[in-house]
């Protein structure tokens, strides 16, 4: 007999076992824990504390069984990030005269300077890019909505929230079902030359926005036939029957207090003067 298959729930990127330890924990802690996790790249710039970063979220994918595999399906767009960002600071990142120039290509001044800069920055939107990954990949729209509304967001923004990450998860199974098609036309994206998948990854743009254009009139449409009005919405004494069915465990009000101790080290290592760019191994060089 052989091993029954996890059953699996929908999330907004994908799948994941409806056993995973992420679902222990409140839909607001989760949510507290993305904004929370988020600060870090955005305050912290030191690039070997974002690589470390983003080495503890790869565990935490193993930890909450998301399939690792799902990072592969963007390994394009993090060239393609990595290419504009260098792009931009490298050609358009200005000269100054203690800039040691690593090469010219006419009157652009290639500097290691930019370049280094290019480097922290990209490292930042990896580590960043992973947190979001991992959020979309663990939550469902109701998780969104529930966190929110447990939150005391109003019921209408909680709404708007969930709509806009939902059509975040409806792009990414368009941008999948374009791919599927062009290998049903026998395009083998695999045998194309490097330079190849980056244009055919940036034409995919077109009908990606195509879609999200006509599903957002599609939704719009649907909401007026059924005469909801975000105007004549009424949040006082509503009853929110979903959130009634989660309540907050040990294990979140842990999570909560390791996470207030963990944005307060953030913001204090920020006002110390610790843990600065200009101490990294880069500068160093």
């Known amino acids: ?11 907004l990127l994908g799948y994941m076992p409806v056993d ?3 679902y222990r924990l409140h ?3 989760r949510l507290l824990f993305l904004l929370v996790v988020s600060a870090y790249p955005m305050l912290i710039r030191m690039p070997e504390l974002n690589v ?3 080495i503890f979220m790869l565990i935490l994918y193993k930890v909450a069984r998301v399939d690792l595999t799902i990072i592969k399906n963007y390994k394009m767009a993090f060239v393609n990030l990595f290419f ?3 792009i931009a600071y490298t050609f358009f990142g200005g000269y100054r005269p203690e ?3 690593l090469a010219e290509l006419g009157p652009v001044k290639i500097c290691w300077e930019n370049l280094r800069w290019a480097i922290v920055v990209y490292i930042q939107l990896i580590f960043a890019i992973l947190i979001m990954i991992f959020f979309l990949s663990t939550t469902r729209e109701r998780d969104v909505v529930v966190g929110l509304r447990a939150l005391k967001v109003p019921f209408v923004l909680s709404y708007m929230a969930g709509l806009a990450l939902r059509s975040i998860g409806l792009s990414i199974i368009d941008f999948n079902t374009i791919r599927e ?7 083998d994206l695999d045998a194309l030359p490097f330079s190849e998948k980056v244009k055919k990854f940036g034409m995919y743009i077109v009908p990606l926005v195509a879609l999200a254009i006509r599903r957002s009139d599609e939704v719009s449409n649907a909401l007026d036939s059924r005469g909801f009005s975000f105007s004549g919405l009424k949040t006082a004494g509503r009853t929110d029957y979903i959130l009634s069915k989660y309540r907050l465990t040990v294990l979140d ?3 909560l207090v390791l996470m207030a101790l963990f944005f307060a080290g953030i913001v204090a290592s920020q006002l110390m003067g610790w843990f600065r760019v200009e101490d990294s191994l880069l500068y160093r060089l």
């Open 84 to 86: 504009v960002i260098a």
């Open 253 to 255: 009000y842990l999570v």
């Open 1 to 11: 007999m052989g091993e029954m298959p996890a059953r699996m729930r929908r999330s």
């Open 27 to 29: 839909p607001a802690t």
């Open 20 to 22: 995973s330890p992420i």
């Open 99 to 101: 800039y040691r120039v």
């Open 181 to 187: 098609a062009e290998k049903a036309r026998a395009l």
């Open 52 to 54: 470390l970063g983003s």
